[in-house]
């Protein structure tokens, strides 16, 4: 079990990544809600408070176990919620990199500091050597993230992407 002081904090030069607590569900609910996020990451939008609080609950299972999702909130040092960063398991058996910031947040680089902040981090935790990012073709703005991060563009063309056949970019990202 984690206590309060063994609990996950990582901080970059503007962020705090943390563990979700209770508390955040309002904010989660109503970041989820923008227009990018229901076009690129439909399973990630809660249309109530009540579900953001479900979901909260559900990951936070995941935080002392072997195996994830391992989703972590993305937080301005002054405590204002931005998005999560996130390391979800794939069928394969690997991990896939993840990330939304809400918004009236994106563009000032903060999806880029968090997922650099991240990787070392998760990668050591999970003993991975790379790891991948997948996006829609249409969301240029992933695509720079990743790159701006050190990933590597593996594969453009048509792919599964939330159970569809669509126009995917691959990436790669090597210690």
Same mark, same amino acid.
């Given at each position: &079990?984690?206590?309060?002081?063994?609990?996950?904090?990582?901080?970059?030069?503007?962020?705090?990544?943390?563990?979700?607590? &209770?508390?955040?569900?309002?904010?989660?609910? *109503?970041?989820?809600?923008?227009?990018?996020?229901?076009? =690129?990451?439909?399973?990630?939008? =809660?249309?109530?408070?009540?579900?953001?609080?479900?979901?909260?609950?559900?990951?936070?299972?995941?935080?002392?176990?072997?195996?994830? %999702?391992?989703?972590?909130?993305?937080?301005?040092?002054?405590?204002?919620?931005?998005?999560?960063?996130?390391?979800? %398991?794939?069928?394969?058996?690997?991990?896939?990199?993840?990330?939304?910031?809400?918004?009236?947040?994106?563009?000032?680089?903060?999806?880029?500091?968090?997922?650099?902040?991240?990787? %070392?981090?998760?990668?050591?935790?999970?003993?991975? !050597?790379? &790891?991948?990012?997948?996006? *829609?073709?249409?969301?240029?703005? !992933?695509?720079?993230?990743?790159?701006?991060?050190? =990933?590597?563009?593996?594969?453009?063309?048509?792919?599964?992407?939330?159970?569809?056949?669509?126009?995917?970019?691959?990436?790669? =990202?090597?210690?």
């Amino acid at each position: &079990m984690n206590s309060e002081q063994n609990a996950f904090r990582l901080e970059t030069e503007r962020l705090v990544i943390t563990e979700f607590t &209770m508390d955040m569900a309002t904010d989660v609910h *109503l970041n989820s809600l923008d227009e990018d996020n229901r076009r =690129f990451v439909p399973d990630e939008v =809660f249309e109530t408070v009540e579900d953001a609080a479900e979901t909260i609950e559900f990951l936070k299972g995941f935080y002392d176990s072997e195996e994830g %999702p391992f989703v972590y909130p993305i937080l301005k040092k002054d405590g204002t919620y931005l998005g999560h960063v996130q390391a979800v %398991p794939m069928d394969d058996g690997e991990y896939e990199i993840g990330y939304h910031i809400g918004g009236s947040h994106t563009g000032k680089g903060y999806a880029t500091e968090a997922v650099k902040g991240f990787l %070392p981090v998760i990668m050591e935790r999970l003993g991975l !050597s790379e &790891m991948p990012g997948i996006c *829609l073709k249409e969301n240029a703005a !992933s695509a720079r993230v990743m790159e701006k991060a050190g =990933f590597v563009k593996t594969y453009e063309g048509p792919g599964n992407y939330q159970d569809a056949e669509r126009e995917i970019c691959k990436f790669v =990202f090597r210690k």
